[in-house]
């Protein structure tokens, strides 16, 4: 690649960059002015699109602090903060789940919709962990996130399990397993 292709390749970026954050910013704007206005369905898709442009811009950024890591401690560290965090995601599911045992009707379903939320996060980031499965220059931190990843998707079998010894289910949950198992997860976690 000579020098005038890597400029246009950076102005590209930038102007995607640029697109994502006006987007996001747009996207509350409109939100919050269709929520004052009562138009609730509105609002809810406007703040749905802009928590996706987030979505996006985290990404990213992710994947910028994983390329320019000026070492493998500090590529560590990122990973280990990302684990730690879909740890805690994986925890909820049961604390959640132990509530809305305790509940009936209503309450109970707010619940285990709250158990339903965490879930789709803790998909979110765990997507953003996939593509660390694929590097091959770091072995330990492709390593860690296989550990990570193959306690994440025993967490959501264990949810699973634990809705249908307690009579309650959940498609969400689901799909989000029947994601990891057609993006092949439970064979790149493999030991």
């Known amino acids: 690649m000579n020098n005038s292709e890597s400029v246009d390749l950076t102005r590209e970026e930038t102007a995607s960059t640029r697109a994502v954050l006006e987007r996001f910013q747009k996207s509350i ?11 609730f369905q509105q609002a809810m898709a406007l703040y749905y699109d802009a928590s996706q442009s987030a979505d996006e811009m985290f990404e990213r950024f992710l994947g910028l602090l994983l390329k320019t890591s000026p070492s493998t401690a500090h590529k560590t560290l990122l990973v280990e903060v990302l684990s730690w965090r ?6 909820q599911y049961d604390y959640h789940l132990a509530v809305a045992q305790t509940l009936t009707g209503l ?33 330990g931190i492709t390593l860690r996130v296989k550990d990570l990843l193959r306690d ?18 959940s498609a969400q949950v689901s799909r989000v397993l029947e994601w990891a198992l057609d993006n092949e997860l439970d064979v790149k976690t493999e030991k």
């Not at 879909?86 to 925890?91: K, S």
């Not at 158990?115 to 694929?134: G, R």
């Open 107 to 139: 309450p109970r379903e707010e619940w285990i919709a709250r158990v339903e939320t965490i879930l789709v996060l803790s998909q979110s980031l765990a997507a953003k962990l996939v593509p660390i499965l694929d590097d091959k220059t770091d072995l």
């Open 86 to 91: 879909l740890r805690y995601y994986t925890a």
């Open 152 to 169: 994440w998707i025993s967490g959501i079998r264990d949810l699973i399990t634990n809705l249908r010894t307690w009579g309650m289910a």
């Open 29 to 39: 704007q409109d939100a919050d002015a269709s929520l004052n206005d009562g138009e």
